[in-house]
């Protein structure tokens, strides 16, 4: 969607929201988001994948707001058609790894013990909830067998046989992770940087985009900490409360190393990444 073609339906819809000043973002992956004088955020999909969700996120989002402790979304502003809404931006910065660096040990153990608390909180939300909020299922055989389709045709012709090689024997070891009846909650699954804040003034960690939620392996929530440091990870995964296997740790790592494989591929096929990001991501998972 357009810039002046947005503002102008938020202007018919929400009259009563002024502004003098906005950001048009439209780097993020499903979603199109506008920034009103850095105050209220409106979201809308950018394909018909997402569309139909939009409605469900919201209504996920209003049931766990009471749960956790977090600070998370809180849609004030929905559109008639349910195409677009908007809410309340959230205080803080992105937590890129610079940024949690930056961090002093005791400001670590904080974000740890937030994040910890969110986790198990969302990973205890009963299926009745789930199934009332048409939360989707992951299912990790499907995602491996798309995933070794698509980076043999797409990838491998673009690879060094080197690469080829290391990806292949981390197909056979993911392959072995995830040939088990593994354990399934609601989960974030999306959890990385560029969707926790940190709000320094007031030592709080808030959560955003929910659009790629899932009922799925709870080790995917721990994949994107992984940017932190497998030091920081394990902190945050002894905090969690909720069950665990002997294998969940190791099976976050797989997650975490298959994503720019994910990168590669998607970006010939419309995403807004490219494949030297991917490949450069590659390189440091891969050949480390």
Same mark, same amino acid.
């Given at each position: 969607?357009?810039?002046?073609?947005?503002?102008?339906?938020?202007?018919e819809?929400?009259?009563?929201?002024?502004?003098?000043?906005?950001?048009?973002?439209?780097?993020g992956?499903?979603?199109v988001? !506008?920034?009103l004088?850095?105050?209220?955020?409106?979201?809308?999909?950018?394909?018909?994948?997402?569309?139909?969700?939009?409605?469900?996120e919201?209504?996920?989002?209003?049931?766990?707001?009471?749960? !956790?402790?977090?600070g998370?979304?809180?849609?004030n502003?929905?559109?008639?058609?349910?195409?677009?809404?908007?809410?309340?931006?959230?205080?803080?910065?992105?937590?890129?790894?610079?940024?949690?660096?930056?961090?002093?040990?005791?400001?670590?153990?904080?974000?740890?013990?937030?994040?910890?608390?969110?986790?198990t909180?969302?990973?205890?939300?009963?299926?009745?909830?789930?199934?009332k909020?048409h939360?989707?299922?992951?299912?990790?055989?499907?995602?491996?067998?798309?995933?070794?389709?698509?980076?043999k045709?797409?990838?491998?012709?673009?690879l060094?046989?080197?690469?080829?090689?290391?990806?292949?024997?981390?197909?056979?070891?993911?392959?072995?992770a995830?040939?088990?009846?593994?354990?399934?909650?609601?989960?974030h699954?999306?959890?990385?940087?560029?969707?926790?804040?940190w709000?320094?003034?007031?030592?709080?960690?808030?959560?955003?985009?929910?659009?790629?939620?899932?009922?799925?392996?709870?080790?995917?929530?721990?994949?994107?900490?992984?940017?932190?440091?497998?030091?920081?990870?394990?902190? !945050?995964?002894?905090?969690?409360?909720?069950?665990?296997?002997?294998?969940?740790?190791?099976?976050s790592?797989?997650?975490?190393k298959?994503?720019?494989?994910?990168m590669?591929?998607?970006?010939?096929?419309?995403?807004?990444?490219?494949?030297?990001?991917?490949?450069?991501?590659?390189k440091?998972?891969?050949?480390?």
């Open positions: 969607m357009e810039p002046d073609l947005f503002l102008r339906r938020i202007r819809e929400f009259p009563e929201i002024k502004w003098k000043n906005y950001r048009y973002l439209t780097h992956w499903d979603h988001v !506008v920034i004088d850095e105050k209220t955020v409106f979201r809308t999909p950018k394909d018909s994948r997402y569309r139909n969700e939009l409605k469900n919201i209504q996920l989002l209003h049931y766990l707001k009471e749960k !956790v402790k977090v998370t979304p809180e849609y502003y929905v559109s008639k058609n349910k195409s677009f809404a908007g809410y309340n931006m959230l205080m803080g910065q992105e937590l890129t790894v610079p940024s949690f660096q930056r961090l002093n040990a005791y400001e670590k153990e904080i974000v740890a013990k937030q994040l910890a608390e969110f986790i909180t969302l990973h205890s939300t009963p299926k009745s909830a789930i199934k909020f939360v989707k299922s992951a299912n990790q055989q499907k995602l491996y067998n798309d995933l070794v389709r698509d980076t045709k797409i990838l491998f012709p673009l060094h046989k080197k690469d080829i090689q290391l990806t292949e024997q981390y197909f056979v070891e993911l392959k072995k995830i040939n088990h009846n593994l354990a399934t909650t609601l989960i699954n999306d959890l990385t940087d560029e969707h926790i804040l709000d320094a003034k007031n030592r709080q960690i808030n959560i955003i985009d929910f659009s790629d939620r899932s009922f799925g392996d709870p080790a995917s929530d721990f994949a994107g900490l992984l940017e932190y440091g497998l030091k920081f990870t394990r902190r !945050v995964f002894n905090l969690y409360g909720g069950k665990k296997d002997d294998h969940m740790l190791n099976r790592q797989l997650y975490f298959r994503i720019p494989l994910y590669m591929k998607d970006s010939f096929q419309g995403f807004p990444c490219t494949f030297e990001q991917g490949y450069t991501m590659f440091k998972r891969f050949r480390a």
